[in-house]
């Protein structure tokens, strides 16, 4: 069975960053396609990023320069790093690995930019 948990959400002022981190058993981060999406208040959830393989990235046009996702074998951890952040990044954002065709969810981090 695959559990997905993701961390590292909080509130941040503009300009600030955060790093969010999902975990997860039951699937190798490093064999599958990984993706980070968030939903922001009243609207529906979006994409914003990918990682395959450890190595093939890919962004939303909205976080390109801001985000960089990334991973880590040792501890099957994938992370979402995010720099200058805005008040349109507040969202709860939640983790996806995809394992034969089927996409997993985490229970998501909020992220709340605010001054």
């Known amino acids: 069975q695959v559990q997905v948990v993701e961390s590292g959400g909080g509130l941040v002022q503009p300009g600030g960053s955060l790093r969010l981190s999902c975990t997860a058993s039951?699937?190798?981060?490093?064999?599958?396609?990984v993706r980070w999406y968030r939903q922001p208040p009243g609207r529906q959830r979006e994409f914003v990023a990918s990682?395959?393989?450890?190595?093939?990235?890919n962004y939303a046009d909205s976080v390109k320069g801001r985000f960089t996702i990334s991973s880590n074998n040792a501890n099957n951890t994938v992370y979402l790093q995010m720099m200058s952040l805005n008040t349109e990044d507040t969202a709860a954002y939640y983790c996806s690995p995809v394992l034969n065709l089927r996409a997993y969810w985490g229970q998501g981090t909020q992220v709340t930019v605010s001054s």
């Open positions: 990682i395959t393989s450890n190595v093939y990235t």
């Open positions: 039951g699937i190798r981060f490093s064999d599958n396609n």
